[in-house]
């Protein structure tokens, strides 16, 4: 494991995603997510380094594999096991480079456990940092002073990814940036406020790559891919022509426009991600739009199901004004809209958001303990209800919509893909039950029922 190498062997790069010991979250499905970003990082290693990617949500690191540099990212809940990775690995002699988007936000914290930090996008300091690494010189912090142009970015190395992450989806990001304010959300942060695009070229190579080792069945990480509409029927269009599959993020708006829904189930489209956040605080986040009333949600819900497209849904509890009826509300209309695959979290101040100094100021949070900043437990104090409350409702949501009996009624609307709408509600079902199980909290949860607020579940 030492940093010297023989001379004619190649240097090891080994990049990992970390994940708490014990940890258990509700999206852990059988198939992992394609780690787009990691394998874009690594692309500028090879092939001076022997590069390799571990995910510790396949697999933890019992051991420590040999290594000559160690890059580990970090996600606020990941951090601790992050730095305990680097700490052994630097306890033996092997350089850390941390970079991630906690580490972004707090580089200070992470700088007493790595030789060298990223903060910021880090394509455009890759080039120096793996020079850095092969002469053995690192510096402290290397922190990009421009965005990167997505065209110069190396196609990702996506070979380096297991079968595993490779069999049910890749990825692929088309675009970076988010104009949109949404206090809770760190991208604009992280990858700024203006949208930047790859080239429809670049693209097509991606995809040409990709198309050799997926199963043509692809997640278009773009934090808004329909945000630019005459853009992404161009993409499309490559989408069709590769003969790809895919899903991807979008917003309500998209239900208005029956053009582009057509074009986009022309295309492969399975279904959209639709960040519904809330249904009385929706409104808070997108001020622009005109669904700020669930029955205007539910038009736009049906307009986009009549295409045939599928929706995952994201809601968020605990937002300043919602009290514990939220949940159940939440849930009977998940059930009735059909939504094919919901995702529901706690509302969680990561540092680095507008959220986070805000609640910091009010004295709303909990504790800081960054394992918890997961998305699955309260760490602030909501103000519509008790911490415990959050908790308990959350947990109920999880355990209802993961019921067979559930998954069963809102597939009820049988289309061609709800064979792969089962499977995928079934491969989170059994991390959606455990962590049920885990929080589950039988004095509130009796409390909350004789209350009328949750129905026994
Ligand atoms: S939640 Fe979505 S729309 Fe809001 S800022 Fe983040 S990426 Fe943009």
């Not at 420590?64 to 951090?79: C, F, I, K, R, Y």
């Not at 947990?395 to 709800?418: C, E, F, M, N």
């Amino acid at each position: 494991m030492s940093w010297r190498t023989p001379r004619t062997a190649r240097r090891r790069a080994l990049f990992i995603f970390p994940r708490t010991p014990g940890a258990v979250t509700a999206n852990d499905a059988v198939f992992p997510f394609p780690l787009v970003g990691l394998s874009q990082l690594a692309a500028y290693f090879e092939p001076d380094f022997e590069v390799r990617i571990h995910d510790e949500t396949r697999a933890p690191l019992r051991r420590l594999p040999a290594a000559d540099l160690v890059l580990v990212t970090t996600l606020t809940s990941t951090a601790a096991r992050a730095y305990e990775i680097a700490d052994a690995y630097r306890a033996a002699g092997v350089p850390v480079v941390l970079g991630g988007v906690h580490a972004t936000m707090l580089p200070e914290e992470a700088a007493p456990h790595a030789d060298a930090v990223v903060v910021g996008e880090a394509e455009p300091v890759m080039e120096r940092l793996v020079a850095d690494a092969a002469a053995g010189r690192l510096r402290p912090v290397y922190r990009a002073e421009t965005r990167p142009d997505l065209d110069d970015l190396p196609v990702p190395a996506v070979h380096l990814l297991s079968r595993r992450h490779r069999f049910f989806m890749g990825g692929i990001q088309t675009s970076r940036g988010c104009p949109q304010r949404c206090n809770f959300c760190s991208v604009p942060a992280t990858f700024g406020r203006r949208l930047r695009v790859k080239s429809l070229g670049a693209l097509d190579r991606e995809l040409a790559a990709l198309a050799r080792v997926t199963r043509r069945r692809l997640f278009v990480v773009d934090d808004n891919f329909t945000l630019a509409r005459e853009r992404a029927l161009a993409i499309l269009e490559l989408f069709r022509r590769h003969g790809f599959r895919w899903m991807g993020f979008s917003n309500l708006a998209v239900s208005e426009d029956e053009d582009f829904l057509r074009a986009l189930r022309r295309s492969g489209c399975l279904s959209l991600f639709i960040g519904f956040e809330s249904l009385h605080a929706h409104a808070l986040f997108h001020k622009n739009d005109r669904y700020h009333d669930p029955a205007e949600m539910r038009r736009a819900v049906a307009r986009i199901h009549a295409h045939g497209i599928g929706i995952q849904g994201s809601f968020i509890f605990g937002f300043d004004g919602e009290g514990p009826e939220v949940f159940e509300e939440t849930a009977a209309f998940i059930q009735e809209t059909g939504i094919e695959l919901p995702a529901v979290n706690i509302l969680t101040p990561f540092p680095g958001t507008a959220l986070f100094d805000e609640m910091e100021r009010a004295g709303r949070l909990l504790h800081r303990d960054w394992s918890r900043y997961d998305m699955s437990h309260v760490v602030f104090e909501p103000r519509g209800m008790t911490p415990a409350e959050l908790q308990q409702g959350y947990a109920w949501t999880l355990k209802y919509l993961a019921s067979p009996t559930s998954i069963l009624r809102r597939l009820g609307r049988r289309t061609v893909d709800t064979p792969y709408f089962l499977v995928a509600n079934f491969a989170l079902r059994n991390a959606q039950t455990r962590l049920a199980r885990r929080l589950w909290n039988p004095p509130v949860q009796a409390d909350l029922e004789s209350r009328g607020l949750l129905c026994r579940s």
